[in-house]
């Protein structure tokens, strides 16, 4: 049921029995032979509130099939959505080295430029093969890329090619925005803190006496738009990106510039993609970042089949200076996406709510409503 109003017609702006001039509610006085503006809003339905007005009255027979509706259709989807989430298959490896036992305790204490670069093997059993395409992911906790200041430190017109960015960074980047006389591109705090450890993986062959390189898929792992539209080099007379960026500086903690990220001309400067995917900040100071993708070799053969499997890690990274950790994610993915338990849990959660609302209060409704069966409804 609902209440219905309806405002009156009106006729020139005025209201219903008063006069032009003089009457009651007139908004223009007339003195001395010049008009006098009223500062009385102007009398139409809009201004004076007499619009017409919908009023839902909640009844027993329109608030319980809601409830049940809900949670009729919240519950199933919620456990198809749950089941589907189980079904991704995930392993996940902690490299952090922080216990004594862990092959990667030696590289704990490892700096920004450390030469040669410490290097350490992890083995591992996947117990069940993984069927479709493997996403290789980099975790990393307690790492705040969703602070303020640490967000806007970049330079979006230097990361898009701009020329005169390029040499005149934005004063957002600062500190590191110049190393000493050059400016630093990428600069900024975001491009500075680039994760840059080296995942390479093998399968053991099962008499253990043979390793096989597992191809990772490199080009592929970045947004299309930040790809082909956000991110670009900067344009010249020249395609050599030396030439290009002449006159600027490495970030302070780069190994090498940024236009030596990779030989291949369609995936290096700024254009890198694993630079793109570390340039969009993460909202939570627990992330994952994708890598690199493994990508099935036929329909006859899982992609990573069961069996023992080794984990070469080129640390670079230091996170012990923060109690930060570091991991590598094997996961599948489903039309749904990644592994996401919490969306088929809430829709289970208010599904189960509402239909046990739902019960409640048609207990209530056949208990208690005939008492009021005779109350009149206000106008």
């Given at each position: 049921?609902?209440?219905?109003?309806?405002?009156?017609?009106?006729?020139?702006?005025?209201?219903?029995?008063?006069s032009?001039?003089?009457?009651?509610?007139?908004?223009?006085?007339v003195?001395?032979?010049?008009?006098?503006?009223?500062?009385?809003?102007?009398?139409?339905?809009?201004?004076?509130?007499?619009?017409?007005?919908?009023q839902p009255?909640?009844?027993?027979?329109?608030?319980?099939?809601?409830?049940?509706?809900?949670?009729?259709?919240?519950?199933?989807?919620?456990?198809g959505?749950?089941?589907?989430?189980?079904?991704?298959?995930e392993?996940?490896?902690?490299?952090?080295?922080?216990?004594?036992?862990?092959?990667c305790?030696?590289?704990?204490?490892?700096?920004?430029?450390?030469?040669?670069?410490?290097?350490?093997?992890?083995?591992?059993?996947?117990?069940?093969?993984?069927?479709s395409?493997?996403?290789m992911?980099?975790?990393?906790?307690?790492f705040?890329?969703?602070?303020?200041?640490?967000?806007?430190?970049?330079?979006?017109?230097?990361?898009?090619?701009?020329?005169?960015?390029l040499?005149?960074?934005?004063?957002?980047?600062?500190?590191?925005?110049t190393?000493g006389?050059?400016?630093?591109a990428?600069?900024?705090?975001?491009?500075?803190?680039m994760?840059?450890?080296?995942?390479?993986l093998?399968?053991?062959?099962?008499?253990?006496?043979?390793?096989?390189?597992?191809?990772?898929?490199?080009?592929?792992?970045?947004?299309?738009?930040?790809?082909?539209?956000?991110?670009?080099?900067?344009?010249?007379?020249?395609k050599?990106?030396?030439?290009?960026?002449?006159?600027?500086?490495?970030?302070?903690?780069?190994?090498?510039?940024?236009?030596?990220?990779?030989?291949?001309?369609?995936?290096?400067?700024?254009?890198?993609?694993?630079f793109?995917?570390?340039?969009?900040?993460?909202?939570?100071?627990?992330?994952?970042?994708?890598?690199?993708?493994?990508e099935?070799?036929?329909?006859?053969?899982?992609?990573?089949?069961?069996?023992?499997?080794?984990?070469?890690?080129?640390?670079?990274?230091?996170?012990?200076?923060f109690?930060?950790?570091?991991?590598?994610?094997?996961?599948?993915?489903?039309?749904?996406?990644?592994?996401?338990?919490?969306?088929?849990i809430?829709?289970?959660?208010?599904?189960?709510?509402?239909?046990?609302?739902?019960?409640v209060?048609?207990?209530?409704h056949?208990?208690y409503?005939?008492?009021?069966?005779?109350?009149?409804i206000?106008?």
């Amino acid at each position: 049921m609902a209440m219905n109003f309806n405002a009156k017609e009106e006729v020139d702006g005025q209201v219903p029995g008063s006069s032009g001039v003089g009457g009651a509610g007139v908004g223009v006085s007339v003195a001395g032979g010049a008009g006098v503006k009223s500062r009385k809003p102007d009398n139409t339905a809009f201004k004076q509130q007499r619009l017409p007005a919908w009023q839902p009255i909640l009844t027993a027979g329109t608030v319980l099939p809601a409830f049940f509706v809900i949670g009729l259709i919240f519950i199933p989807i919620g456990i198809g959505i749950f089941v589907t989430s189980n079904n991704i298959r995930e392993y996940e490896i902690d490299y952090t080295g922080t216990e004594p036992g862990s092959p990667c305790n030696k590289c704990l204490n490892v700096s920004w430029n450390n030469t040669p670069s410490c290097t350490c093997t992890i083995h591992f059993t996947l117990d069940q093969p993984f069927e479709s395409n493997v996403f290789m992911y980099y975790g990393l906790s307690n790492f705040y890329q969703n602070h303020r200041r640490y967000v806007k430190s970049r330079d979006d017109s230097q990361l898009n090619g701009d020329n005169n960015s390029l040499h005149h960074p934005s004063k957002e980047c600062e500190p590191y925005r110049t190393s000493g006389d050059k400016p630093i591109a990428p600069c900024g705090a975001i491009a500075n803190s680039m994760f840059n450890d080296t995942l390479t993986l093998f399968r053991i062959d099962r008499n253990e006496t043979k390793y096989i390189r597992i191809p990772l898929t490199k080009q592929g792992i970045a947004w299309w738009t930040d790809k082909n539209v956000k991110f670009r080099n900067p344009t010249g007379p020249t395609k050599d990106l030396a030439i290009l960026f002449q006159g600027t500086a490495k970030p302070v903690n780069w190994p090498k510039p940024v236009y030596e990220l990779d030989k291949d001309a369609d995936n290096n400067g700024f254009i890198n993609e694993d630079f793109i995917v570390w340039m969009r900040t993460a909202a939570l100071p627990t992330f994952r970042k994708l890598y690199r993708l493994i990508e099935r070799p036929d329909n006859l053969r899982p992609t990573l089949p069961a069996g023992n499997y080794s984990l070469e890690i080129e640390y670079n990274y230091p996170v012990h200076s923060f109690d930060g950790r570091k991991r590598m994610i094997l996961s599948t993915i489903s039309w749904m996406g990644g592994k996401n338990p919490f969306l088929g849990i809430a829709y289970i959660t208010v599904g189960s709510i509402c239909f046990f609302l739902g019960v409640v209060l048609l207990i209530i409704h056949h208990k208690y409503g005939n008492r009021n069966n005779s109350a009149d409804i206000p106008n």
